[in-house]
């Protein structure tokens, strides 16, 4: 690692504390790691174990309730995540990092049609007019691989199969050209082959644009084709992490172990 | 969507129906003779026996079904007893006041429940969600006969500020609009609250929020465009309220309008008056029911185009 | 035994309009029918903390008296309503079919008027009486009590023990009273709970309208009727009848309320 540069996205000692009924849970002890320019990261475990609560709180995107307390520092390039202005976090949100859902039924609009919400994201960030945000949308459409871009600009979610839905979701998130995609399961609410397509497009999308990808998920299957290194969670803690082929030839945990031994058994 | 709109048609067609045959019997549930009960016991047989053979009681049961619908279906609601106007010409001209009444109390009542019950939503079982909660078990139980008088007694007798009873400018207006919106505003500020509060649980709300949307626009543009949905159609039950609750407060108001027309009729023992009134509001609520059903369902996507 | 502590404030409400209902006549200062013109529209002073009606009678005692009136016709109506709501509901669900087809379309005709207005037009036809007053609430008052049923029973009768105790051979009105009524009474007493709130609301407003009790009775209705036509003179004959309706009207809802949490625990807790 060349020690003069500072990492694009460092987490340093995040912790994370839910109330609920008055009673105050860890939700994740200490997690840090650190995403390098145009690296992807896996970060496995099960459900619970506090995965997608990483990612989003990466984004402030948690809301109080539950949540009762967070520290630690996230920096991105130089600013901190957890402590800076509400505006500076809304101008990061989406145009620098950019959040992938894991349903786009449940994570588009159902009142709002697709180009609506994809030209909505462009011109929050951008200052463009309707007529090119709206070339800008057809175009990302095109490149996520979703056929008759202009006429589906028009569809509301529910009009498009599972598939297009998480390619559009995907084709929002890129609309500005992120640095950091965070795909939270994208591909676990899918059919399998669906699922295999749409894994394809990410890894295009890694080459092509050289973007920066946190990619959660419980598929060790789905991770080995994409990340560069890994991490392992469980009940809010880092057990193990290391680059891909390090943790898959010698897991130092008896967890990984099995998640590994589960993999080879399908 | 067409033919969800088709199936509703077809079924106030049947409803209408079946209110105009209620409404028509209504008359015939008299206990005695309504000629006698309608003109009183000192009137000539010769008017007692005019007016029966105007009105068609001399004839069978079924005649006079037949002819009351066909007249129903041409505009031609009858004739009331002592004007001899037509009942039609009385209620048209009683309208424009209840319209107003109407008006001025789903203005009053929007004005208040929307601002209320999105702050409400913001900030859940906060100091303003809880006083407006309470406020509104009060507006619920307050009954409006009540509401009315209290405001005359404060605004219009204690501080002078505003007149009462008769129709006029638009400061005739508030008081009765306050006494026939309050329940409604209190009803429909819990609904946008807890739709809402609901809504913005949703990932979608999250998501508009990863996108880096302002928090206004997050509130406004994503969650309260679907918080509205189920909300329309509450408001469509409640003008069934406001349609009800308007003939009591046009009794506390003397508002010259359709509710005091119904009551005045029923006062005068003006039958067939009366059966023009509940006809005319009846059908105005079934109709603008229908209206927010169908709203509605266009304004969902998912049913719009389903 | 209840989680919120408003059940409870409406529980002595509904004790207190009770016990003042049943003990009226012992503890009213004074007979309520009393005319004493002398004392007309008396302000509200120590000895008569209500003050004095059109007529000189007590407010207080009339209010008391009042009570009675709200609590007979609002347990009259709930429960010959509920009655043959739930007769009705419990065919129309457990039958379906034309029975159920006819029923329906009935109750769609009934809630296409508004509120009161039916409920209006049949006492104007049978003529102004407290008695009307309760013909045509529960004309009106079955309705929401047959579609609750209704609706609970389809979706009751389809499960494992029902449709057991309907293949063994029990006659169907056994498995309707023994099998299904248990299961979804608590609905409906809730509903009757919220009812009863509704059906004094009805029978004031009937009676303020000048369509229920006679002139001189002491309903609560009646008596805000004749305080809006002195309202210029005596504001305070208008402000306890009301109060009182509201009081009872409210602690009604806070009960309902309470029940629905605790005996239905699947719809949303406030």
Known sequence: ?266 | ?306 | MFRNKWTYAGLIIILFFIVTALTAPWIAPEDPYEINLVLQLAPPDADHIMGRDNNGSDILSRLLYGARISLVVGLSVVTISGIIGILLGLVSGYYGGWVDLILMRIVDILLAFPGLLLAIALVAVLGPSLTNVVIALIALGWVPFARLVRGQVISVKERNYILAARTSGQSDLRVMIIHILPNIISVVIVQATFNLAGVIISESSLSFLGLGAPPGTPSWGAMLSEGKQVILDAPHVSIFPGLAIMLVVLAFNFVGDGLRDKLDPKTDRK
Not at chain 1, 109 to 135: C, W, Y
Not at chain 2, 75 to 99: C, F, Q, Y
Not at chain 2, 163 to 174: F, Q, S
Not at chain 2, 242 to 269: C, H, K, M, Q, V
Request: charge should be negative; proline fraction near 5%.
């Open chain 2, 1 to 306: 969507m067409i033919s969800y709109i088709i199936r509703r048609l077809l079924l106030l067609v049947f409803v209408l129906f079946g209110v105009v045959t209620l409404v028509f019997f209504l008359i015939h549930f008299i206990p005695g003779d309504p000629v006698d009960i309608m003109l009183g016991d000192y009137a000539l047989p010769a008017d007692k026996q005019e007016l029966r053979s105007v009105m068609g009681l001399d004839r069978p049961l079924l005649i006079q079904y037949k002819d009351y619908v066909s007249g129903v279906l041409t505009g031609d609601l009858g004739t009331s007893i002592h004007s001899k106007r037509t009942v039609l010409e009385e209620i048209l001209e009683r309208l424009p006041a209840s319209a107003e009444l109407m008006v001025g109390a789903m203005t009053i009542a929007l004005l208040i429940a929307f601002p209320f019950g999105i702050l409400a939503a913001l900030k859940p079982y906060g100091l303003l969600d809880s006083a407006s909660m309470f406020a509104s078990f009060l507006g619920v139980a307050m009954p409006n006969f009540w509401l009315g008088p209290l405001l005359i007694i404060f605004f219009s007798i204690k501080l002078d500020w505003l007149p009462i009873n008769e129709r006029g400018g638009l400061e005739n207006l508030i008081l009765p609009s306050i006494t026939l919106g309050t329940a409604m505003a209190a009803m429909l500020s819990r609904m946008i609250r807890s739709s809402l509060l609901e809504v913005l649980g949703e990932e979608y709300i999250r998501n508009a929020r990863a996108k880096g949307l302002a928090e206004r626009k997050v509130i406004l543009k994503h969650a309260l465009r679907n918080a509205l949905i189920p909300v329309i159609t509450i408001i469509g039950l409640q003008i069934g309220v406001l349609l009800s609750g308007a003939i009591i407060t046009e009794a506390i108001f003397d508002w010259p309008g359709l509710g005091s027309l119904l009551l005045e009729g029923i006062y005068n023992r003006n039958y067939p008056l009366v059966q023009g009134c509940i006809l005319v509001i009846a059908t105005i609520y079934v109709v603008v029911n229908l209206i927010t059903d169908i709203t509605y369902a266009w304004v969902d996507p998912r049913v719009r185009l389903s």
């Open chain 1, 1 to 266: 690692m060349n020690l003069n540069r500072s990492p694009l996205l460092q987490v340093i000692d995040l912790n994370v504390d839910f109330k609920s009924e008055g009673k105050t849970t860890a939700i994740l002890k200490e997690i840090s790691f650190v995403l390098e320019k145009g690296e992807t990261l896996g970060i496995v475990g099960e459900s619970g174990s506090g995965k997608t609560i990483t990612v989003q709180s990466i984004l402030n995107l948690i809301p109080t309730p539950p949540l009762s307390g967070i520290s630690g520092k996230i920096l991105f390039k130089d600013t901190d995540l957890l402590n800076c202005s509400q505006t500076q976090l809304r101008s990061i949100r989406g145009k620098e990092i950019a959040y992938i859902f894991q349903e786009p039924m449940t994570a588009l609009n159902p009142v709002l049609s697709i180009g609506d919400q994809i030209m909505e994201m462009i011109r929050t960030h951008e200052s463009t007019g309707r007529k090119s945000a709206f070339q800008k949308a057809v175009s990302l459409l095109e490149e996520v691989g979703i056929p008759s871009p202009e006429q589906r600009m028009k569809n509301f979610p529910h009009e498009l199969s599972g598939g297009m839905r998480q390619r559009a979701m995907i084709a929002m998130a890129l609309s500005c050209n992120p640095e950091i995609l965070l795909a939270d399961e994208p591909t676990t609410a899918l059919d399998v082959t669906i699922q295999a397509q749409v894994l394809e497009l990410f890894k295009e999308l890694k080459q092509t644009r050289g973007t920066s990808i946190i990619f959660v998920t419980h598929d060790l299957g789905v991770i080995a084709e994409i990340a560069d290194k890994l991490m392992v969670l469980r009940q809010g803690m880092i057990i193990e992490e290391g680059p891909l082929d390090q943790i898959f030839k010698s897991p130092q945990q008896e967890y990984t172990r099995e998640l590994i031994s589960l993999l080879g058994g399908e």
